[in-house]
């Protein structure tokens, strides 16, 4: 009786090239995160420090308010973006030290206060953010 065996389907699965996907999205996600520079903003919120300083800065902190309509008031006084950015480079030159106050109405547009984050942040000064008075 020459019958012949049936061919079985074998329900087995083949791991290994699926070990490979995985270690190539694995190398692939390692090597992406570690280029990834966080584009952040040197912002410190007003609240307690842990370390207590000791050296006060030269210039006490300008403050720079943003009314709703996007105008700037620097110290009191109604200042362009650029009086604003050449008073920060001034006592930049003068003091190592150098932080300002930026106090936003409620309603006042993100861009005006981006913008006097950004001047912060290229000048590297620290920048504190506080609400309405």
Same mark, same amino acid.
């Given at each position: 009786?020459?019958?012949?065996? =049936?061919? /079985? ?5 083949s791991m290994s090239s699926l070990t490979d996907i995985i270690f ?12 990834? #520079? ?5 912002? %410190? ?18 403050? #720079? %308010? #943003?009314? /709703? ?10 200042? =362009? %973006? ?10 930049? /030159? /003068? ?18 206060? #981006? ?6 942040? =290229? ?11």
């Amino acid at each position: 009786m020459g019958m012949k065996k =049936r061919a /079985k389907v074998s329900a087995e699965f083949s791991m290994s090239s699926l070990t490979d996907i995985i270690f190539l999205l694995l190398i692939f996600f390692m090597l992406t995160s570690s280029m990834v #520079v966080p584009n952040a903003l040197n912002l %410190k919120l007003p609240g307690q420090s842990k370390k207590q300083t000791t050296n006060q800065p030269k210039f006490p902190p300008s403050e #720079v %308010k #943003v009314n /709703k309509n996007g105008t700037y008031l620097l110290n009191g006084a109604k200042a =362009r %973006k650029s009086a604003i950015e050449k008073a920060v480079r001034d006592q930049k /030159k /003068k003091s190592k030290k150098v932080s300002i106050v930026i106090i936003p109405d409620d309603n006042a547009p993100n861009e005006s206060v #981006v913008a006097i984050l950004d001047i912060a942040y =290229r000048y590297q000064i620290d920048a504190i953010m506080t609400d309405p008075r």
